[in-house]
């Protein structure tokens, strides 16, 4: 899926810090309120924004508390009123008139001193001084929505050192941007995994996910197709690994037919060998009883792919003073990318001495893996194949494996929906027959089921990108370099441009187009969209409708939300009730 995670690490080197500098107007300080960047973005910003912040990884023992045991204080907040842009004629108001909160100044005074005094108890004092714990911690989307609601459809954040960052929400203005990118647009990147790459590992780059504009071009061209073949060439193993995913079930179901509550492990194992089987055309056994042994290799891959997401997030939405000084958060990190390059990079040499043999003996196969595409091809060096699977574990293999499980909830908590998947999936294959991707793309009611949960719960929430050049959005002047944040989760969740935006209504996309217009973007847009799309839609809609063909799915507890950890990830255990059919 869609690289998945806004970032915002570039800012400061393409955003001027000299207009930062300037004193405050009159409006400006009007404007002003007791919010830092990170409590407006909970999606995470980069070291080059100075004003991030530590997300709930901070209220750790040995920090200070940032809200858990603040009191109570009213949800009312003290604001500016919305500001109406002033226009002449046909010309657009200036870009400082678009309304929003000035972040405070101050920052400016103490970021000087962190790389002395950058440790998390300074950010924890620094943080809970300036946001009196008015708003919550890596809730997703809920404080954009709070911006949105007060100062309109557009909002300017201006902060030291961190550039000048516009968030918008509307279709027509996401269209503006899109439709001047380009075919080299410019995003976010993850400052974490470079650091790693470059100056932990010394690779000689980054990896192809922080590549930026032609360089990104190129590398899609080279793989882009071999994305798109790789869920169809290999359409029964993943048939087969499903087939253990329900035997897994059986097993592990209780007298009322529900699952543990770490059954979003045996999702995430089920999402792994899937990945290993696209890509080294290798069972490894994740769903086997052995594999879930403490010591084996699949439990350990496990184990740090759960850690490395994890310390990931948390990396990215805090201070980056893992820059200055390796931080336990990044060493934990960076232990566990360990574990995963180590994986990666034997299956990579033993790909290569297949490859050697095979060209001696003159031989061909048909249907190679994935990675052996990668390596037979001239244009991509051995080491960016390396990060290229790395970055498809880490964020590839989180995004698809969480939005199944929204998937799974939302049939669960919609049993008409769930009825009308399932006479849908009999009609077309009785419960004797075999699977194929034809049969997979006859199932429309299938395909609106998943397009309608990642409606509502899009694997990633934001889209970010660098403006290549000055446009006009709702009237404002918006000038190169801008960086622009586009909260697609809640585009499209929206009244005007989805009737009954909250609720789970898959026959909303039977009779409707592909184009909406931007109002829905799961796996972005242009250039930059997700090279995993195909692969993705495949293994969740295979899986999706093997389990209801198979079982009832019930939940009986407490609504599941979503929090934010790089890609939206269920707030609560998946304690689903597998029926059997009668």
């Known amino acids: 899926m869609q690289r998945l995670l806004p970032k915002f690490a570039t800012i400061s080197r393409q955003c001027s810090v000299a207009k930062l500098s300037k004193p405050l107007t009159v409006n400006e300080s009007q404007k002003c309120l007791d919010l830092n960047a990170a409590d407006i973005l909970s999606a995470p910003i980069g070291q080059s924004q100075a004003a991030a912040v530590m997300n709930e990884s901070l209220t750790r023992t ?213 990945f290993c089987s696209l890509t080294f055309n290798k069972h490894l056994g994740f769903l086997e009883p052995a594999g879930y042994n403490s010591t084996s290799e699949t439990s350990r891959i496990i184990n740090a792919l759960s850690v490395a997401h994890k310390y990931m997030s948390r990396c990215e939405t805090g201070f980056q003073v893992w820059r200055f000084f390796l931080t336990p958060f990044a060493r934990k990190l960076f232990d566990a990318c360990d574990v995963l390059d180590g994986v990666i990079a034997k299956h990579v040499r033993q790909a290569q001495n297949k490859l050697r043999t095979r060209a001696q003996s003159g031989k061909t196969e048909e249907g190679a893996p994935i990675l052996e595409k990668f390596l037979l091809n001239e244009g991509i060096h051995p080491d960016d194949v390396c990060t290229l699977l790395m970055d498809m574990m880490i964020l590839g293999v989180q995004a698809t494996v969480n939005s199944e499980a929204f998937l799974l909830y939302y049939l669960a908590r919609n049993p008409r929906s769930q009825r009308k998947l399932y006479e849908e999936i009999v009609s077309v294959l009785p419960s004797d027959s075999s699977f194929t991707e034809k049969t997979l793309r006859s199932m429309p009611y299938l395909r609106a089921c998943l397009q309608e949960s990642l409606r509502l719960r899009p694997a990633v929430p934001y889209i970010t990108r660098l403006l290549p050049k000055t446009i006009s959005i709702h009237g404002y002047t918006v000038p190169k370099g801008t960086f622009v944040i586009m909260a697609n989760e809640i585009t499209s969740k929206r009244e005007e441009n989805f009737e009954d935006p909250e609720k789970f209504r898959p026959e909303r996309w039977l009779n409707s187009t592909e184009d909406t217009n931007y109002s829905y973007l799961p796996f972005g847009y242009g250039a930059r969209s997700c090279l995993g799309k195909n692969m993705a839609e495949v293994t969740m809609m295979l899986l999706t409708a093997r389990l209801i063909r198979q079982f009832r799915i019930e939940y009986d507890y407490a609504d599941i939300k979503s929090r934010f950890q790089m890609v939206n990830v269920p707030n609560k255990p998946l304690r689903f009730r597998f029926v059997d059919r009668d």
């Open 62 to 274: 040995n920090t200070i508390p940032l809200l858990d045991h603040a009191p109570e204080v009213s949800t009312s907040f003290d604001v500016t009123p919305k500001i109406e842009p002033q226009i002449i004629g046909d010309k657009s108001a200036p870009f400082e008139e678009i309304p929003g909160p000035a972040v405070l100044k101050i920052w400016e005074k103490y970021w000087k001193y962190v790389p002395l005094l950058g440790t998390q108890l300074f950010s924890s004092l620094l943080i809970n001084r300036f946001t009196q714990g008015r708003l919550s911690w890596n809730r997703n989307v809920t404080p954009l929505k709070y911006l949105f609601n007060e100062y309109g459809c557009i909002v300017r954040i201006n902060g030291p050192l961190s550039g000048d960052i516009v968030m918008i929400h509307r279709p027509e203005h996401i269209a503006e941007v899109f439709k001047q990118e380009g075919d080299t647009p410019v995003r976010s990147g993850i400052d974490i995994l470079q650091h790693y790459r470059l100056h932990y590992r010394k690779y000689r780059l980054a990896g192809p996910f922080s590549l930026q504009g032609s360089e990104w071009l190129e590398m899609r061209e080279k793989v882009e197709q071999d994305f798109d073949q790789m869920a169809s060439t290999f359409f029964e193993r993943i048939d087969t690994v499903c087939d253990e995913l329900i035997n897994r079930i059986y097993k592990i179901r209780n007298r009322q037919n529900e699952v543990p509550p770490t059954f979003h492990e045996d999702i995430l194992r089920w999402g792994m060998e899937c």
